[in-house]
T-cell receptor, first 115, second 110 residues
Framework: GAGVSQSPRYKVAKRGQDVALRCDPI?????LFWYQQALGQGPEFLTY????????KSGLPSDRFFAERPEGSVSTLKIQRTQQEDSAVYLC?????????????FGQGTRLTVV | EDQVTQSPEALRLQEGESSSLNCSYT??????LFWYRQDPGKGPEFLFT???AGEEKEKERLKATLTKKESFLHITAPKPEDSATYLCAVPGSNTGKLIFGQGTTLQVKP
């Protein structure tokens, strides 16, 4: 595709519900990142994949958060038993090169609201 | 501790009024400084990468510069369409994962 695509754009979840957020990176991009962005703040790193390998998951806030990229392309961020503090915009980004300090291209994000 | 601080938090300019945004960082061994633009409801859009002190890059009305402790994003004769939040980010000292500042929200009035 022309850019990074995320779905859904908006998600409202009841507290305790599980959610799955999808990211389609730019075709051929090796690196894939997930970030969490609170209102009025910069993005905060969650996790990093190089192809199908999850090389860094140190930013995941709790064991309720899980990410996968099984075939080295599409990625899914799953949040179990959502809490109100999980409400944020979740951004996915991809990069042609490997490594975390590369220029990355972001999707439009998924705005998650937990009620 | 690795840190990125942007100032000011918000900036209002008249069309044509040039100004600068600041990004101060504290990391060991800088491995690049990234500038992004973010419009409301959208993801950040990559603008520049700077790697060494003294380096400058330009794109239309924007020019980014880098010193050993900070980066500036200079906006020359801005237009209303330059209104956005500008984010800077640096790789962390040990992990390399990008650390973003909180952003500067720029509003350019016609």
């Amino acid at each position: 595709g022309a850019g990074v695509s995320q779905s859904p754009r908006y998600k409202v979840a009841k507290r305790g519900q599980d959610v799955a957020l999808r990211c389609d990176p730019i075709s051929g991009h090796v690196s894939l990142f997930w970030y969490q962005q609170a209102l009025g703040q910069g993005p905060e790193f969650l996790t990093y994949f190089q192809n199908e390998a999850q090389l860094d998951k140190s930013g995941l806030p709790s064991d309720r958060f899980f990410a996968e990229r099984p075939e080295g392309s599409v990625s899914t961020l799953k949040i179990q038993r959502t809490q109100q503090e999980d409400s944020a915009v979740y951004l996915c980004a991809s990069s042609f090169r490997g490594g975390m300090n590369t220029e990355a291209f972001f999707g439009q994000g998924t705005r998650l609201t937990v009620v | 501790e690795d840190q990125v601080t942007q100032s000011p938090e918000a900036l209002r300019l008249q069309e044509g009024e040039s100004s600068s945004l600041n990004c101060s960082y504290t990391v060991s061994g800088l491995r690049g400084l990234f500038w992004y633009r973010q419009d409301p409801g959208k993801g950040p859009e990559f603008l520049f990468t700077l790697y060494s002190a003294g380096e400058e890059k330009e794109k239309e009305r924007l020019k980014a510069t880098l010193t050993k402790k900070e980066s500036f994003l200079h906006i020359t004769a801005p237009k209303p369409e330059d209104s956005a939040t500008y984010l800077c980010a640096v790789p962390g000292s040990n992990t390399g994962k990008l650390i973003f500042g909180q952003g500067t929200t720029l509003q350019v009035k016609p």
